[in-house]
């Protein structure tokens, strides 16, 4: 056992070293949606749960609770300190890694309980979001432990780990809208199994409290989820355009199984493509190996293994007919794909011959991507314009409304509201709806157009923020120019009245 801690110990502290020098990756701000956390967070400690850094302040009812109620509590001893939020994020990827050993551990090879661990510890694109701001290192680390509370809640019965489950797999589902999509894959094998009638009720309480943040957004708003009803708007535009989701499917793949399992990065092209389909069978095949090897030997409870594929195959289909396509969004397949890959690997040369082939596979790409991160900060992540902000905040009047597509960031370093991106049928709308909804300056900066891969269905963000910057930088009658600064490719327009 103390051999073991000393493992453990020796990986956390590898880990912890790896992800430190991927800080500077994504400073707080650079990705929008770590700086609306935060600002969430702050609405929190204000008694409601608005978007702050919008002038109307409407309700926030997209991202559930669970992320800022967490970031809530570093708010007041941290401000708006980045670097103090990113280590929050280390340390709870750091749990993760925790949570993935404990799992390791119940495998009958002793190649898988040492490799598991360090390849997911040491994988190049967890190290690289494992700094950031976001969603993903809570939710991953809750991810893991849901899935070991289970296992114990099945195998045990103290029912300490029925609370224990029970409370995580309620926060994992108000972390992220894909947290339901883990309470269903639960619900799915819990039905599909016997002898897990005790874990029914406790399981039950997720979907009680997913119920009421539903009913508050439709009693708010009139809908219960803007994703939801985002992504049933994309179903008939994937039914109509079938060569659009197969580019999506092929996407996803070359995400989850080329770049985040193997470490790997290919181009979209047909080499690409091919070998993605290489990866996407390989590693697939050895995961549904060892999920019938885990039912046949049964050394795992059946509703653990069965809610385990499930979510795997629902997530990655979810991936698959989403319009926002990025690696951060697979990573939580990557600890159960590793899981159920080396239980396939029942023979302990190709084992071996995996965890090396994988090890050299993921040094090599965290040289890359650390490399880049630290040669050149600025292609690895839209830069703040600091420079802009602070004259803002010096000669622009207070309570000044601002057009900017990263508002939250905008917010979160000027304390501006206003809108991020308007909607119009031409720039004669565009114009009408600034001035309906008061917004007074509009922020232009070259780099910071917001993109998205993927399908192009009834509403691209990308597009609506490159054709407002088109009207604004291209109408002199109605947009005047009141500052430029080159190095940070920002000008800044005041709307004429």
Known sequence: MKSDHKKLGLLLICAAALYAAYLPAFPLGTLNDDAMYVVLAKSLWQGHYTKLSVSTLPPEMIHPPGYPLFLALFVPLFGSHGVLFQIVSILLTLGACWGVWLLAQRSTSPVARIAIPVLFALNPLLARISGS???????????????????????????????????????????RTSGSIL????????????????????????????GIWSLRNHQMVGET?????????????????????????????????????????????????????????????????????????KTMPQAWVCALALYVVLLFGMQATWTAIAFRYVIPLLPLLLLAMFEGLRWRKVAIGFFVVMGLSYAYLNVVLVGRTWAHPEQSHNPI??????????????????????????????GFKGMGGIYATDRDH??????????????????????????????????????NQDWITSWPEAFTLIY????????LYQVRP
């Not at 314009?385 to 803002?392: A, E, N, Q, R, S």
């Open 133 to 175: 701001v976001m969603s993903e290192p809570l939710y991953i680390a809750l991810e893991v432990t849901v899935f070991w509370t289970f296992a114990k809640c099945l195998e045990s019965q103290d029912r300490r780990y029925l609370w224990v489950f029970s409370g995580v797999l309620t926060w994992t589902v108000m972390v």
């Open 183 to 210: 309470l269903l894959a639960v619900w799915a094998a819990l039905a599909l199994t016997r002898n897990a009638r005790r874990v029914w009720p406790w399981a039950l309480i997720p979907g009680v409290v997913s």
């Open 225 to 297: 989820s803007g994703y939801l009803g985002y992504w049933g708007s994309l179903l008939p535009h994937f039914v109509a355009n079938p060569e659009v989701l197969l580019d999506n499917v092929v996407r996803v793949s070359y995400l989850t199984f080329s770049y985040v399992v193997a470490g790997v990065e290919l181009p979209h092209n047909a080499i690409g493509i091919a070998m993605t389909l290489v990866f996407a069978l390989t590693i697939s095949g050895l995961s549904v190996y060892g999920v019938c090897r885990w039912l046949s030997l």
């Open 385 to 414: 314009p600091h420079i802009t902000f602070d004259w803002m905040k010096k000669n622009l009047p207070a309570g000044s409304t601002v057009l900017y597509p990263s508002l939250d960031s905008l917010y979160l370093h000027t």
């Open 430 to 467: 565009f114009l009408l709806r600034l001035r309906n909804e008061n917004i007074q300056y509009a922020l232009y900066q070259a780099s910071r157009t917001l993109t998205i891969q993927g399908a192009k269905g009834p509403y691209n963000q990308g597009q609506v923020f490159a054709a």
């Open 484 to 491: 430029m600064n080159e190095a940070e490719r920002t000008a």
